[in-house]
C-alpha cells in the first residue's frame, strides 16, 4: 500500500488508496476494523461456529462456571446459565442479533434521514424551518428517553426495539444531510449542473448528495455502536427482545439475581457489548481522521 | 445581547408545544388500556370499565383531551397518576431532587477529572499518559454502564464491601426532607452518620453516571486544548517570556473552555438518559426508576407527564447553555 503513495506529485492518487493509507496509520481504527470483521464472521457462521444451540438446556449443568475457573468444564468453555445453556453459544448467536439490529437501525435511519436532510435543504424556506424544528424536539429529548417511549409504544420485542433506535437516529442524519447540502448548493458545480438542465432529483441524488457522504459515513459507522448499545439498553429494561432470545443486553437483566453465585453469566454478555462498540466507535474514529481533508494536511 | 437572547427564547416556545403534542399523541398509541391494566387479571365488568374510562376522561375524543391537557398544563396541572392517584407534578417534584443530586454528583466527578485529564493529555501530545487518557475515554465512552454497574457492584460491594448495593441511605436513618437533597438534610438533621451513610450510597451510583461524560469531557478538553495551543496568540505569549503554567492555565484554558462549557451543558440529557439505568441497577429512588416503573404499569399520565417534565428540563438547561455561550463568546451572538 505504501509504494502507491510514492507517486509522482502531478500524478492524482487513486482514492481509495489515499483513504487506506491514511485510515492504515491509525492502529487503533486497523485494529477496530479487524474485531468488526471477525464478529461479522462469527455472527455470519454462528450455527457453524457456536458449540451448542443458544437455546437448549442442559439440566445437568446449571451454572457450570467457565474453563478457566475450578470445576470448569471443557465442554462448556464460557460456562452455563441458570438452566443450563451454553454461554459462549448464546454470545455468539446474540453478535449476530446485534450485528443484524446495528445494521438494520443504520440503514433505515440513513436513508430516512437523507431524505428528510434533501428535502429541508432543498425546499428551504418555511418546510425547512418546520422539519428543522421538529427535529430539533426530537433532539431535546434524551435519546434512551425516546427510544424507551417508542419501545413502549410498539410494545417490547425485537423488531419493536430496531424502530425505536432507529427513529432516535433519524434527526442526527437529517441535520448532517442539510448542513452538507446547504453548503454544497452554492458551489459551482451545483450551479454548472444547473444550468446544464439537471432536474432537482437528479441535483439531489446524483450531483450533491454523494459530495455529502464523508460526514455520514461517520455518522453512520458512530451510530452502529449507538444502536447496539441502545437496544442493550431497551433488553436490559424489559423493553428489548424477550428471552430466552439470546440478546446480550436481555441476557444480562435475565440472569441478574446470579450476579453473586455466577458472576460470569452477567460478565461476558456485558464484555461482548463493550468490545463491539468500542470496536466500532475506534473505525468511526478512523474513518473520520482519514475522511477529513483538514486533517491531512 | 437582548435580541439574541430573545430570538433564542423564542425559538424554545414552539419546541415546548410540538413536545407536548409529540408525547400526548405518542402516549395514546400505547397498546393496552390503563383501566383494563389496574383491573389485572379479574377483568373488569363493561359498565364499570366504561365507568372508569369516564372517570379518567379516557373515553372524549383525542382533541379534546389534548385541549383539556394543554389547558391543564398552563394552571401547572400535569395530570394525576393512576397508580398512585396523587399529582404527577408532585411526584416528580418529590422525586426530582434524588435525580438531581445524583446527576450534579456525575458531573462533578466527571469534570474534576475529565479537565485536568484533558488538559495534561494535550500539553503532553503522543505521550504515553496522552494515549493512556485517549483509550480510556473511548472506552468509557462506549460503556455499557448498566453492565459497569453491575461490575462495580460485584467489586466494591459484594467482594469487597465497601459500598452498599442500593438505595440513597441507610435504614437505620431517618433525614427529615428539607431540600430533597439528602447530603445536605442528612447534615441538617442531628442524626449522627446519616452525613457519612448518604455518601457511602451516593458513591457507587455517581461513579457509574458519571461513565460517560467524563470520557466526553476528556476528549473535548484535549481537542480544544490542542486547538488553543496551535494558535498565534499562543506563541505570543510563550515569546513574551510567560510561563508554561501562565500559558496554559490562563491564555490557553480560557478560550479553550468555551466548547467544554457547552458540551457539558449538552451532557444534561445524556444524564438523564443515564439515570433511567443507574437508577434502575441502584434502586436509586429518582426520576429515571420512577419513569422505567410508570412504561411497566402503562401510567399514562405520569409517563405524560415526566417525559414532559424532564424534556422541559433538558430544553431549559440547553437554552441556559446557548445563553451562556452567547455571553462568554461574542462573536456568536451575531449570527
Known amino acids: ?297 | 445581547m437582548l435580541r439574541f437572547l430573545l430570538t433564542r427564547v423564542s425559538l424554545v416556545v414552539p419546541t415546548f408545544f410540538g413536545l407536548t403534542l409529540l408525547t400526548f399523541f405518542m402516549i395514546h398509541l400505547i397498546p393496552g388500556d390503563p383501566v383494563e391494566f389496574l383491573a389485572g387479571e379479574r377483568g373488569v365488568s363493561p359498565e364499570r370499565h366504561a365507568e372508569l374510562m369516564a372517570r379518567f376522561g379516557l373515553d372524549r375524543p383525542l382533541w379534546e383531551q389534548y385541549v383539556g391537557y394543554i389547558g391543564n398544563l398552563l394552571t401547572g396541572d400535569f395530570g394525576t397518576s393512576i397508580k398512585t392517584r396523587t399529582s404527577v407534578l408532585d411526584e416528580f417534584l418529590a422525586l426530582f431532587p434524588a435525580t438531581v443530586e445524583l446527576s450534579l454528583c456525575a458531573m462533578l466527578i466527571a469534570v474534576a477529572i475529565g479537565l485536568p485529564a484533558g488538559i495534561l493529555a494535550a500539553v503532553r501530545r503522543g505521550s504515553v499518559f496522552d494515549h493512556s487518557v485517549m483509550a480510556a475515554s473511548l472506552t468509557g465512552y462506549s460503556m455499557p454502564i448498566f453492565w459497569w454497574g453491575l461490575i462495580l457492584i460485584l467489586v466494591f460491594s459484594v467482594e469487597l464491601g465497601l459500598t452498599p448495593v442500593s438505595g440513597r441511605i441507610s435504614v437505620f436513618y431517618w433525614v427529615e426532607p428539607v431540600t430533597g437533597f439528602l447530603l445536605i438534610d442528612s447534615l441538617l438533621s442531628d442524626e449522627s452518620g446519616a452525613f457519612a451513610s448518604a455518601v457511602h450510597h451516593l458513591v457507587l451510583p455517581s461513579l457509574v453516571l458519571s461513565t460517560i461524560p467524563l470520557a466526553v469531557v476528556a476528549r473535548m478538553t484535549r481537542s480544544a486544548m490542542l486547538e488553543v495551543l496551535g494558535e498565534d496568540y499562543i506563541r505570543t505569549a510563550r515569546a513574551k517570556g510567560l510561563g508554561p503554567g501562565r500559558v496554559i492555565g490562563l491564555h490557553a484554558l480560557r478560550n479553550a473552555l468555551i466548547p467544554v462549557i457547552t458540551v457539558i451543558g449538552l451532557q444534561v440529557g445524556m444524564l438523564f438518559a443515564g439515570a433511567i439505568l443507574t437508577e434502575t441497577i441502584f434502586a436509586w429512588p429518582g426520576i429515571g426508576k420512577w419513569l422505567v416503573e410508570s412504561i411497566h404499569r402503562r401510567d399514562y399520565p405520569a409517563l405524560q407527564g415526566g417525559i414532559l417534565l424532564v424534556a422541559s428540563t433538558v430544553i431549559l438547561v440547553n437554552l441556559t447553555v446557548d445563553l451562556l455561550y452567547g455571553l462568554l463568546n461574542p462573536r456568536i451572538r451575531r449570527t
Open chain 1, 1 to 297: 500500500m505504501t509504494a502507491e503513495t510514492e507517486t509522482p506529485a502531478n500524478v492524482q492518487p487513486n482514492p481509495l488508496a489515499e483513504f487506506w493509507f491514511y485510515f492504515s496509520q491509525n492502529t487503533g481504527a486497523v485494529i477496530g476494523l479487524v474485531v468488526i470483521v471477525t464478529i461479522t464472521l462469527v455472527a455470519l457462521f454462528a450455527d457453524v461456529v457456536a458449540p451448542h444451540d443458544p437455546v437448549l438446556q442442559n439440566r445437568d449443568a446449571l451454572l457450570v462456571p467457565p474453563v478457566w475457573q475450578n470445576d470448569g468444564n471443557w465442554r462448556y468453555l464460557l460456562g452455563t446459565d441458570d438452566i443450563g445453556r451454553d454461554m459462549l453459544s448464546r454470545i455468539i448467536h446474540g453478535a449476530r442479533l446485534s450485528m443484524m439490529i446495528g445494521a438494520i437501525v443504520v440503514s433505515l435511519s440513513l436513508v430516512v434521514g437523507i431524505a428528510i436532510g434533501l428535502i429541508a435543504g432543498f425546499a428551504g424556506g418555511l418546510v425547512d424551518a418546520a422539519i428543522m424544528r421538529a427535529m430539533d424536539m426530537m433532539l431535546a429529548l434524551p435519546p434512551l428517553l425516546l427510544a424507551i417511549v417508542v419501545a413502549a409504544i410498539l410494545g417490547p420485542g425485537l423488531i419493536n426495539v430496531v424502530f425505536a433506535v432507529a427513529i432516535v437516529a433519524i434527526p442526527h442524519y437529517a441535520r448532517l444531510t442539510r448542513a452538507s447540502v446547504m453548503s454544497e448548493l452554492s458551489r459551482d458545480y451545483v450551479t454548472a449542473s444547473r444550468v446544464a438542465g439537471a432536474g432537482t432529483l437528479r441535483l439531489a441524488l446524483v450531483v450533491v448528495l454523494p459530495n455529502c457522504l464523508a460526514p455520514l459515513i461517520v455518522q453512520a459507522t458512530l451510530s452502529f455502536s449507538n444502536a447496539i448499545l441502545d437496544a442493550a439498553s431497551l433488553g436490559f429494561l424489559g423493553l428489548g427482545a424477550q428471552p430466552p432470545t439470546p440478546e446480550w443486553g436481555t441476557m444480562l437483566s435475565s440472569s441478574l439475581q446470579f450476579l453473586q453465585r455466577a458472576p460470569w453469566v452477567v460478565t461476558f454478555p456485558g464484555l461482548a457489548i463493550l468490545i463491539t462498540v468500542l470496536a466500532f466507535n475506534l473505525l468511526g474514529d478512523g474513518l473520520r481522521d482519514a475522511l477529513d481533508p483538514k486533517l491531512k494536511r
